[in-house]
C-alpha cells in the first residue's frame, strides 16, 4: 500500500483479507458493504499469511477472519456523515504504551498536547494498564496452564502410585 490507498473520493477501498478469504475472492476482485452507514465498494489487494494475529494487550487477535483496511481519509462527505464522524474519532483514538515509571510524565505531556492543539472538546482517558502474563514472563498462558495441568496429573498419579504400594 502507499499513499493514495489512504485517501477516498469516491473510489474504491483497498483491503487485506484474512487467510480464510482465500477460498471465497482472488486478487482484484470487488465487492461492496456498509461501513459506518454507508456502502463502499472495497477491492481485495492481498491475503494474510495463516496465522497472522496483532498481540492487543489484552488478548492475541488472530485475523484469518478479519478484512484489514487502511484508515483512509475523506475528501467527498456523503449526505449522512455520521459515518464520517465516527471514522474520524476511529482514526484519532488509540492505545500509548510506557514504562510505569515514566507514566506521570507521558500522561501530563499528551493532555499538555491535547489542549494546545485547539481541537475543541476532546475526551482522553489516560490511566495505567496491567500488563498481562505473557508480557511479563514470556510464557502463553495456554502453556502455563497446560504445563501445571500435566504437572498435576504426574502429582496425582506418583500420590496414586505411593498409595498402592503402601496400602498392599
Not at 35 to 55: C, D, H, M, P, W
Request: hydrophobic share 40%; glycine share 8%.
Amino acid at each position: 500500500m502507499n499513499g493514495k490507498d489512504y485517501q477516498l473520493a469516491g473510489e474504491t477501498v483497498p483491503v487485506l483479507l484474512g487467510y480464510e478469504y482465500r477460498n471465497l475472492f482472488q486478487l482484484g476482485d470487488q465487492f461492496s458493504a456498509v461501513y459506518l452507514y454507508n456502502v463502499y465498494t472495497f477491492e481485495v489487494v492481498g491475503f494474510l499469511e495463516k496465522g497472522a494475529k496483532i498481540y492487543n494487550p489484552a488478548h492475541m487477535i488472530y485475523l484469518d477472519k478479519y478484512i484489514i483496511m487502511p484508515s483512509f481519509n475523506v475528501f467527498t462527505f456523503p449526505d449522512n456523515t455520521d459515518g464520517i464522524k465516527i471514522h474520524s474519532a476511529n482514526k484519532t483514538s488509540g492505545v500509548l504504551t510506557c514504562r510505569k515509571d515514566d507514566f506521570a510524565y507521558v500522561s501530563g505531556h499528551i493532555k499538555q498536547l491535547i489542549a494546545n492543539a485547539g481541537c475543541g472538546n476532546y475526551s482522553v482517558n489516560i490511566s495505567p494498564v496491567k500488563y498481562s502474563f505473557m508480557e511479563k514472563t514470556g510464557i502463553r498462558v495456554e502453556w502455563f496452564i497446560a504445563f501445571l495441568s500435566a504437572a498435576a496429573l504426574l502429582f496425582a498419579l506418583s500420590c496414586i502410585k505411593y498409595m498402592r504400594e503402601t496400602l498392599i
